[in-house]
């Protein structure tokens, strides 16, 4: 199977499910998005590494990353390997002592420490084409995504709502 890598695009309230929120990942040579639905918690676990928020006590995946360093595990890469009726699996690559194992994950959560580790993100062909969306061009030939106002990229994340 082919591996297709992906970037984080953008993240905001999922406008077909009112309490949470939706990823967007896009193909990073090619004009496909995957839109995955992630609740609002790991919407802010997403959020707070993206922003390299610091916040007073390790949240969650911080303290996982922190648990794997210790114990001299890296996380090489994740990949989005299923989508099971409309639900996406994925799984973290690791990395210890030159041996690769892989641990089973949420989605959100392994974008979540993805984010944190700064590791790529991947995916397969066969999900791109089952739940991708194709960006279209306009006349001048440029995506959507290249007509984003400067002021909007800056603030991108700002859409989500950190809890206390």
Known sequence: MKKIELDIVALSHS???SQNYAIILGEKDGTRRLP???GGFEAQAI???LERMIPNRPLTHDLFKNALETFDVVLTEIIINDLTEGI?????VC???GVQFEIDSRTSDALALAVRFECPIFTYDHIMDTAGVVLEESEEGETSSEKTDPKEEKNRWSDVQLFA
Request: overall charge neutral; hydrophobic content about 60%; aromatic content about 12%.
């Open 15 to 17: 406008v077909s499910h």
């Open 36 to 38: 995955i639905v992630i």
């Open 47 to 49: 959020a707070v590494a």
């Open 88 to 92: 996406f699996y994925a799984k973290l």
């Open 95 to 97: 990395e210890k002592d």
